[in-house]
């Protein structure tokens, strides 16, 4: 065997011989886990500004309405927060009027003394079924059009707006 054979041979040696864990390894290849962070799915600016995830909300009382709507097919079910519950949360109360954006930019107006005088709700489900972008959500302003045929009309339609990101008060 020539010199070069046995420099390989013995390296070969030694790397079959030196003791070997994949344990070693596992910690410098093992994947990092990314933090998951909840979504906000709710600002509301006042006072004082506070941002609302899914589970804040549906850990506040919760309201259940059953109405028609222009945009569905017959009565159903929503329940979620009252809109007034949330503004006595944010000591918003004495607004007169409300800005509602959506998440594409769509803004409407809220008036305060409607939201006292009727169960207006922040619907987080419908049917039982969380409400998802695809279905109006994750939050749908919904008046109780089937128990106030009063409301039925378009300037309270222009209101229930879905998809809501954001409020504010406008005075």
């Given at each position: 065997?020539?010199?070069?054979n046995r420099i390989i041979a013995?390296?070969?040696l030694t790397l079959l011989l030196t003791p070997f864990s994949w344990a070693d390894t596992k910690a410098a290849v093992a994947p990092v886990k990314k933090e998951v962070s909840t979504p906000v799915i709710l600002s509301v600016t006042g006072p004082q500004a506070a941002d609302f995830t899914l589970a804040q909300l549906q850990a506040?009382?919760?309201k259940t309405v059953s109405t028609t709507t222009?945009?569905?097919?017959g009565s159903h079910t929503y329940t979620g927060v009252l809109l007034r519950d949330l503004l006595d949360k944010q000591g918003l109360q004495k607004a007169s009027k409300l800005n509602a954006k959506a998440l594409n930019d769509y803004v409407t107006t809220i008036t305060v003394a409607d939201v006292y005088k009727y169960d207006v709700l922040l619907a987080?489900?419908?049917?039982?079924?969380l409400l998802t972008r695809r279905?109006?959500?994750p939050v749908w302003?919904?008046?109780?059009?089937s128990q106030h045929p009063e409301l039925d009309k378009p300037s309270y339609h222009s209101a229930m707006i879905w998809?809501?990101?954001s409020i504010s008060v406008s005075d």
């Open positions: 065997m020539n010199n070069k013995a390296c070969c506040l009382p919760q222009p945009w569905t097919e987080l489900t419908q049917d039982g079924k279905n109006k959500g302003v919904i008046y109780p059009l998809q809501l990101r």
